[in-house]
């Protein structure tokens, strides 16, 4: 007994078996247990069921078979034209995905182009303004070292013009205060003139016998010590006796003539002149012959 045979009769047996159950009011575990029910079927009989009952049984079973399988090949049909959609409506979503990925790239593309022209005119009016300024810097440096320059000569200049005057005004000063020594040295000079004549007056008087006296000598050594000091301070004698008449150191009170002398010579002095340093104190007061 092949498989199918052998699957048809246990088809045929269970049938036979809800039959006998239902008509002898027993369960389906009942029905094993009663022998003579079991003994009324054979296997003939129950190929006769198998050949009356269960053929059409499974002429339906194929039918709902073959209804189930176009039923699962047409869902199979679907879900493959589901899939298909899917994968049509997933391809034009990542078309569009794409399309719109490619457009934002495009645009990315544009406004990075666009950035970088942006920068790079950006750049090249900043090294036009830099060179423009740097022009213009240039140009006010240049004239803001000639304005210097400039200055600097005013400043030269004013410098030199302060040094000269300084320079003028301390020699006009230092020959102001010489000037005003000289002045002062004079006027004590002039002073202390009569004040000599008075010594030589004095020691002119003294006769031969009282010279050798103490007094005599005390004032003749005084009268030296002072004609040394005056000398010592720049003062000294205009010498006049025996010396060419001249205007600038004599002053001519009297004329005479003599032939042992020569013209216009001092024959005798009155006075004595003194000199301090290079200036005239006191001219000396003479007698000029021929």
Do not use: C
């Not at 490619?102 to 666009?114: L, M, T």
């Not at 060179?131 to 600097?152: G, R």
């Not at 000569?153 to 301390?170: D, G, I, S």
């Not at 002045?183 to 002119?204: H, Q």
């Amino acid at each position: 007994m092949d498989e199918s045979t052998r699957n048809d009769l246990d088809t045929a047996w269970a049938e036979f078996l809800k039959k006998e159950a239902l008509s002898g009011g027993l369960e389906e575990e009942d029905v094993y247990k009663n022998e003579p029910v079991m003994n009324n079927f054979d296997e003939k009989e129950m190929l006769k069921v198998n050949n009356n009952d269960v053929k059409p049984k499974k002429e339906v079973k194929e039918k709902k078979d073959v209804k189930a399988n176009v039923a699962k090949n047409e869902t199979t049909k679907k879900e493959a034209t589901n899939k298909e959609a899917v994968k049509a409506t997933s391809n034009k979503a990542s078309n569009k995905t794409k399309n719109k990925v490619s457009e934002k790239d495009s645009a990315n593309v544009s406004q990075k182009k666009a950035k970088k022209a942006e920068k790079a005119k950006a750049k090249e009016a900043k090294v036009v303004a830099n060179k423009t300024f740097e022009e213009k810097k240039s140009k006010k440096e240049l004239a803001a070292d000639a304005k210097k320059e400039e200055q600097i000569t005013e400043l030269k200049e004013k410098v030199m013009r302060n040094m000269a005057e300084f320079e003028n005004y301390r020699k006009r000063t230092e020959k102001e205060k010489t000037a005003m020594f000289e002045v002062g040295a004079k006027s004590i000079i002039e002073k202390l003139l009569p004040v000599i004549d008075n010594f030589e007056r004095g020691l002119d008087a003294v006769t031969e016998e009282e010279k050798e006296s103490a007094f005599a000598q005390g004032i003749d050594m005084i009268y030296k010590q002072l004609i040394q000091s005056l000398e010592d301070a720049g003062v000294k004698r205009i010498e006049a006796v025996g010396k060419e008449f001249n205007p600038e150191f004599h002053n001519a009170v009297m004329h005479d003539e003599d032939d042992s002398l020569g013209e216009n010579i001092v024959s005798e002095e009155f006075q004595k002149g003194y000199m301090y340093r290079d200036s005239v104190i006191r001219h000396s007061l003479v007698k000029v012959v021929n």
